[in-house]
């Protein structure tokens, strides 16, 4: 185990308990930094998300929305600042006032909680589309083979591909992909989704199907972070929009607030350039 004690987390460790945050946000984010050799992507991000919300970020790219899900999913290790999800410390455990890394075994149980929906689709190509949705809950939670195909089957009737069970991931259109990994996601029984801009990748008029089936998602109730560039997604279905830029929330607040009437030049500059 490798000894991150400094005194930054000392700071850190005593104001916020990282491992008993009783009534916390589902994702708490405090002053987080990443940086890829001397470039600095993530500047001090601090951002609090209760279990149910819609956070949606915009923002034009290089700007570290992308980071920022990372990060989360643990694709990325942080340098500085911490991350919390469900209550506990993304990446480290306590010992007294010592931090340490968690091994990969332990990172591997906290992924479980976190969905994630790329912009290519990730699909096993040698799998159907039935075969990509079980695998997870058979390989890593130890379903059977029975109870994880009853629940695929219905994942596949919610996002409307119920037809298409035994294709394969060269037999169905981006849309139908994009819809089979957020299928395989939930299969997973995540509590947070994330988004890294689902339809970037999609020809415009399949974008609609998998937006339908994300809307659908937040009406459940489920917590959701999503990078896009869908305005309109964002102003309907988001509780909250964060503008990124340069590493930083340059402005955070409810849709219309950011949307319609933003405070900030750089997210005004923005969102004129995305609408025109």
């Known amino acids: ?3 991150i004690l400094t005194q930054t987390a000392l700071s850190e460790v005593r104001t916020v308990d990282p491992d008993h945050l009783a009534g916390a946000p589902l994702v708490l984010a405090q002053k987080v930094e990443k940086q890829f050799g001397t470039l600095k992507v ?4 601090d951002l609090a998300i209760p279990k149910g ?3 949606c970020i915009i923002g034009p790219s290089g700007s570290g929305k992308s980071t920022f899900l990372r990060c989360i999913n643990q694709l990325e290790r942080i340098d500085g600042g911490a991350l919390w999800v469900s209550g506990e410390r993304v990446g480290y455990h306590r010992e007294g006032n010592k931090l340490y890394e968690l091994d990969d075994a332990a990172i591997a149980r906290q992924r479980r909680s976190i969905g994630m929906v790329f912009q290519r689709f990730n699909l096993f190509p040698h799998l159907t589309a039935l075969q990509n949705i079980i695998e997870g809950p058979v390989q890593v939670l130890g379903e059977s083979a029975r109870e994880a195909t009853a629940r695929a089957l219905a994942l596949l009737e919610r996002v409307g591909l119920a037809d298409k069970r035994d294709a394969y991931p060269s037999q169905l259109s981006g849309g139908q992909q994009q819809r089979i990994a957020i299928a395989r996601s939930l299969a997973m029984r995540p509590e ?5 801009e689902p ?3 999609l020809d415009p008029e399949l974008v609609s199907e998998v937006l ?3 809307r659908d998602l937040a009406e459940t109730g489920m917590t959701m972070i999503c990078v896009t560039h869908e305005l309109g997604f964002a ?3 988001g509780h909250r929009v964060a503008f990124m830029d340069q590493g930083q929330i340059v402005e955070l607040g409810d849709p219309r607030s950011v949307l319609v009437d933003p405070k900030e030049t750089r997210t005004k500059a923005f969102i004129n350039a995305v609408r025109h």
Do not use: H, Q
């Not at 993530?42 to 991000?45: A, E, R, W």
């Not at 947070?192 to 890294?196: V, Y």
């Open 199 to 201: 339809t970037s990748a």
């Open 42 to 45: 993530l500047k001090g991000i």
């Open 212 to 214: 339908k089936v994300m």
């Open 53 to 55: 919300e819609v956070l």
């Open 1 to 3: 185990m490798t000894d």
């Open 235 to 237: 102003r309907d279905v």
């Open 192 to 196: 947070l989704l994330l988004f890294d």
